[in-house]
């Protein structure tokens, strides 16, 4: 049961200002409107918000509200409450707010640096360092060293955006040498450019840290926010919002052809048995190493019809290792094994004594279809018409999470030609993929007998 508290705050002159009603419950905001969440978030002279509220709030406002008109409502807010009249007691108000209101932005540079990628962002930010500088020579400087610090992490990210685009048109380019089997020995194959499971795993996670690094928290949120007019705006909507996340679900879907790829394309049924042996090692190794993305791109690369169907190449396989690391993927029960093995790798990292126990690498596309199920199953909006708080706190915690795992810095040495073999060398297409396995064990059907016709 909520208390409704009319909550209000005491500024300077006794001046007592309402910002409509807060609900809390065991000390908990629970629902609240969107003027009075918007008000919460405002530092005064002698209060700043909760940084587990600040977190919450500038994640999912955007449900609700554009991340500009949030930042303009927010400075206009800090600004106009420091007002008397009285230009020299302005002044000297202001500078008692302006570090709190430097703190604030800090936090919402550094934790959603993304949002800035708005030119109105930017420009609020100019303004408001302009406004800081006649006021306070400290917090001027910190707002000038924020400003850097967040340029440069936006650089960084156009620079990682620009090479995933050229790896991909690198990747894109097919050469005659993939089209067929019997065209295709020239290929170089994973097991020559890297025979050890082990090594092979590491590089995957430094592949996967790399891109869940440039993922930022609030492209959860707008896979589903905002569907509206604003939509066709310059600036922050101009840039795809997500493109990050989906840049990296198209990772495991790259990985996943490339094992698959990998498996149909020898010649030889025990150079393919040889390799799905191989892809079963490098499975167990990112088990081993907390690295569940890859492992389960590998199992569905493994799983793919071209390649299940390859009888009597699975014949020549051991298969015990496979089975019990498709066990602790198995979808059952809402992945309830994973989620048990999540769970202890979460433990681990936790109470880690070095960096390679600190990794945890979720299925993401999992971790993706929670936050989207949390989305769609709790109201945004209370009957009140009150902004259901505690679906936001449950949407931070499953992002802060994230967080946590996505600050890893991946320990293992790079292999610069295994990481460009991973991410470059051209894949088979599906159609290509069945073509490759038909060649390898002839159609045992008519239906299969149809399909190698049909692809021809």
Not at 229 to 235: A, C, I, M, S, V
């Amino acid at each position: 049961m909520c208390t409704v508290l009319s909550k209000g705050r005491i500024y300077p002159h006794g001046v007592t200002a309402s910002y409509g009603e807060m609900c809390y419950h065991d000390n908990s905001l629970v629902s609240a409107s969107l003027e009075a969440l918007i008000q919460h978030l405002v530092p005064t002279v002698d209060y700043y918000p909760d940084r587990s509220y600040v977190f919450t709030f500038l994640l999912s406002s955007r449900l609700f509200l554009h991340p500009y008109e949030l930042m303009t409502r927010v400075c206009h807010l800090c600004v106009e409450q420091q007002r008397s009249g009285d230009a020299l007691l302005d002044k000297i108000r202001f500078r008692e707010v302006a570090p709190k209101l430097v703190q604030l932005l800090t936090e919402w540079t550094e934790t959603f640096p993304y949002d800035f990628r708005d030119e109105r962002m930017m420009r609020c930010l100019k303004d408001m360092t302009h406004h800081v500088a006649r006021g306070d020579e400290y917090s001027w400087r910190a707002m000038q060293q924020m400003t850097q610090r967040l340029i440069k992490r936006l650089s960084a990210l156009g620079q990682y955006e620009e090479a995933v685009a050229a790896l991909n048109t690198v990747a894109m380019e097919r050469p005659a040498s993939l089209k067929s089997k019997q065209a295709s020995g020239q290929r170089s194959d994973v097991m020559s450019v890297c025979e050890d499971a082990f090594i092979l795993a590491q590089q995957l996670t430094h592949i996967e840290l790399d891109r869940l690094s440039f993922i930022g928290p609030e492209e959860f949120i707008q896979t589903f926010a905002m569907k509206d007019p604003l939509e066709n705006h310059k600036g922050f909507f101009r840039k795809r919002k997500t493109s990050n996340l989906e840049a990296y679900i198209n990772w495991f879907n790259r990985l996943s052809y490339l094992v698959a790829t990998e498996i149909c394309m020898p010649v030889k049924k025990k150079h393919r048995a040889r390799i799905i042996e191989f892809f079963i090692d490098v499975a167990q190794e990112c088990f081993n190493i907390g690295n569940f993305n890859s492992l389960m791109a590998i199992i569905t690369g493994m799983n793919m019809s071209p390649v299940s169907r390859l009888k009597k190449t699975w014949s020549k396989v051991n298969t015990d290792k496979f089975e019990i690391l498709e066990h602790q993927m198995d979808p059952s029960s809402n992945f309830s094994n994973y989620r048990t093995a999540l769970r202890g790798a979460t433990q681990r990292s936790e109470t880690a004594h070095s960096s390679q126990e600190k990794i945890v690498i979720p299925f993401f596309s999992l971790l993706i279809k929670d936050i989207y199920f949390l989305n769609e199953g709790c109201a945004s909006r209370l009957p009140n018409g009150h902004i259901n708080f505690e679906k936001l706190w449950e949407l931070a915690k499953q992002v802060s999470e994230f967080l946590v795992w996505r600050q890893v810095i991946c320990p293992f040495d790079r292999d610069r030609r295994v990481l460009q073999y991973l991410v470059t060398t051209p894949v088979f297409s599906e159609d290509e993929l069945h073509l490759a396995s038909y060649e390898s064990e002839g159609p045992e059907n008519n239906m299969e007998k149809d399909s190698r016709r049909s692809l021809r």
